[in-house]
């Protein structure tokens, strides 16, 4: 049996290697699985096996003519995804070199920017909180920067829990429509500082 299924490999190779595209689809179908389990082994994820999958395949399409069917094909698949994995390794190397003077540049400029924007963020912030009513004001400083629960703030203040979560919700709709209105780039940030 195992020798019928080398005389059927040998002779689907051979169309292969002439060029044969209906022969080469039969290989496609036949080792797809066991070339991925092999591009599966050296890249461990799915979508990097997926496509070291595919390049294997068009390697082999290029380099037909060297396929020898009396040889192992199992052996000369796995050299190709071995030499097409080391090739993609080298190629990141390359580009990761190139780029990371680039990346060094982005960085520093992206963290400038961010920091601007912090501070901008939080600016805007402030004007917001100084634009609410004094009793609104202390419950929404005692919920963000005193960490107080809803139950601990009506008690402090001597006012109901409702009533507390009245003047948060009040307070943060005012905030929103301060940011909206003065920062509209800003109000993802805004977001951010009300949660974090």
Not at 6 to 25: H, I, P, Q, R, Y
Not at 31 to 44: D, E, N, S
Request: hydrophobic content about 35%; aromatic content about 12%.
């Amino acid at each position: 049996m195992e020798q019928l299924e080398d005389f059927k490999n040998a002779k689907l190779l051979n169309a292969v290697k002439t060029g044969n595209s209906a022969a080469f689809n039969e290989i496609y179908h036949l080792y797809r699985k066991k070339i991925y389990g092999y591009a599966y082994h050296f890249t461990r994820g799915k979508e990097e096996a997926e496509e070291l999958t595919q390049d294997v395949f068009v390697r082999l399409w290029e380099n037909r003519s060297k396929i020898d069917p009396e040889k192992n094909f199992d052996a000369f698949l796995y050299t190709l995804i071995r030499n097409n994995f080391l090739a993609t390794l080298r190629k990141k190397a390359r580009e990761k070199a190139y780029s990371s003077e680039n990346l060094k540049y982005e960085q520093s400029f992206n963290a400038i920017e961010d920091e601007l924007n912090a501070k901008e963020t939080k600016q805007i912030a402030q004007e917001a909180i100084e634009s609410l009513s004094p009793q609104v004001k202390k419950i929404y400083l005692m919920s963000r920067n005193d960490h107080h629960t809803h139950e601990e703030i009506s008690q402090l203040m001597g006012i109901s829990k409702n009533t507390v979560n009245n003047h948060l919700k009040k307070s943060l709709g005012i905030m929103r429509k301060y940011f909206s209105t003065y920062s509209p780039e800003t109000i993802l940030s805004f977001v951010l500082v009300l949660f974090c």
